[in-house]
Every structure is written in structure tokens, then in C-alpha cells.
């Protein structure tokens, strides 16, 4: 937790350069709970949509407030873009995949077929039912 807290500050900094660009901070509000959730990810660029793995799916739930679609600030190499994040269902995840792998190959083994990837759409849709941001 220390760690994660640790590279927020570095990229919301000038020093965000030492870290991999494909590094973001994923900022929203839970769904549920109403509080505000920080954290880092590595981010891919997918036209105007950004694609994040939630790797072991299993053990954390941040993921699991993007089951529908959900406002969020993306800030990645410097700047920061409004965006609304959803899981992506098949056949679109296994494209989305392939896309997220060239970028990084060595990410196949702890991919299983069930992981989910949460694609952050830049140009949002509109619609009532999208939760909130902070």
C-alpha cells in the first residue's frame, strides 16, 4: 500500500519521466460505498480508449466497480482526462487482449481466461445511470 501511495505522488510530479510511461492512476468514486479510490496501473492506449488488466481478479475489487459503466479520472504522463471505464465482455475483451499483450508480452502468464479488462473510453458516453466521479 505504501508503495502504490509512493508512485501516485511520482506521477502527479515532474519525476513521473523515471517511471514507465505506460503508468497511470486511476481515480474514482465506488459505487457503492461512495469513497474515493486511487490507485496505479499500466495503462495501454487503444485509439481514444485506455485498456487496464485487473490482474488476480480474485483478490482485489477495485475492478469490480467498472462491472458498469462508471466515471473516472485517468491521469497518465501528466495529464489527466475525464473517462468512463467498463469491463469489456466478449468477443470485444479477447480483442482488447491482443491489443493490451503487444504492449506487454510478458503479461500472458497471470491472464487467465476469466480476467477482467476494464477499457476507459476518453470520449465518455452519456447516459443517467454512469456513476460519479470526484
Request: charged content about 20%; hydrophobic content about 35%; aromatic content about 6%.
Amino acid at each position: 500500500m505504501r508503495l502504490n501511495r509512493l508512485i501516485l505522488r511520482i506521477l502527479d510530479s515532474p519525476f513521473r519521466r523515471v517511471l514507465p510511461r505506460e503508468l497511470g492512476e486511476i481515480s474514482y468514486t465506488g459505487p457503492v460505498s461512495g469513497r474515493s479510490v486511487r490507485l496505479p496501473a499500466l495503462c495501454v492506449a487503444d485509439g481514444s480508449r485506455f485498456l487496464v488488466v485487473a490482474g488476480r481478479p480474485g483478490r482485489k475489487t477495485w475492478w469490480r466497480a467498472f462491472r458498469h459503466p462508471c466515471h473516472a479520472q485517468l491521469l497518465r504522463g501528466g495529464t489527466r482526462s475525464a473517462t468512463v471505464g467498463h469491463v469489456l465482455p466478449e468477443p470485444e475483451r479477447s480483442t482488447a487482449l491482443e491489443t493490451y499483450l503487444v504492449t506487454h508480452p510478458g503479461s500472458r502468464r497471470g491472464i487467465g481466461p476469466s480476467t477482467p479488462i476494464i477499457a476507459f473510453e476518453t470520449r465518455p458516453p452519456t447516459g443517467s445511470d454512469i456513476g460519479s466521479v470526484r
